[in-house]
């Protein structure tokens, strides 16, 4: 079956420090893989793609990388703030499927001031 | 935008009863997604429609769950009889083509 891992340990970090987030998946690599933000009592909000053909990607104070070699995808989050607490989930699309995402059971971050 | 709007917000039912879970997507999005979250299991891909045609309907549990998308702009995700073990959130989310989704606040489910 093709899964998404990530941490299921809550991460805890001092403000101002980068946090690292990991997802790993099994059998095939996916086209992309997609990074969430769910807070509680609200629906996930996307926050970044990166395809396979990627080995980084940008955005703001976040960092995505994608390596297929280890078949796993690191999310950054540099100069952390107590507002970037949330639980954060790494999903991709099954193979030849294009059009669906399977969800990781998403790791909490709690940075702490 | 007012974003995916999903009704009710929070629905306490007694085992048996039918369910209606409401959904509008984004205007010009052409997927919509039926999601379920729980602690155990995390969010549970139930049905997805691609320009209103359902694609693909293995994520959902039984007989007892049905999903329309009769237009473009509401989408409806009905159980019935209801059960306790049916207690979750349900998101509705929708994108444009292979995109990034965009989710409604949810509807927290309790079946007593």
């Known amino acids: 079956s093709q899964k998404i891992e990530q941490n299921s340990e809550a991460l805890n970090i001092q403000e101002g420090k980068t946090a690292t987030l990991t997802c790993n998946y099994t059998n095939y690599s996916p086209a992309y893989l997609q990074w969430y933000r769910q807070d509680p009592g609200r629906g996930p909000v996307f926050l970044l793609l990166?395809?396979?053909?990627?080995k980084e990607k940008r955005k703001e104070r976040l960092k995505v990388t994608f390596d297929t070699t280890l078949k796993q995808s690191l999310f950054h989050i540099t100069a952390s703030q107590p507002a970037d607490s949330a639980t954060y989930l790494c999903?991709?699309?099954?193979?030849?499927?294009?059009?669906?995402?399977?969800f990781g059971q998403g790791t909490e971050l709690s940075v702490k001031p | 935008d007012a974003g995916v709007i999903q009704s009710p917000r929070h629905e306490v039912t007694e085992m048996g009863q039918e369910v209606t879970l409401r959904c509008k997507p984004i205007s010009g999005h052409d997927y919509l997604f039926w999601y379920r979250q729980t602690m155990m299991r995390g969010l549970e891909l139930l049905i997805y429609?691609?320009?209103?045609?359902?694609?693909?309907d293995s994520g959902m549990p039984e007989d007892r769950f049905s999903a329309k998308m009769p237009n473009a702009s509401f989408s409806t995700l009905k159980i019935q009889p209801s059960e306790p073990r049916d207690s979750a959130v349900y998101f509705c989310a929708s994108s444009f083509e292979r995109a990034g989704y965009t989710f409604g606040s949810g509807t927290r489910l309790t079946v007593v």
């Open positions: 990166i395809r396979e053909n990627e």
């Open positions: 429609f691609n320009n209103n045609v359902p694609i693909d």
């Open positions: 999903a991709r699309p099954p193979y030849n499927q294009g059009g669906k995402l399977i």
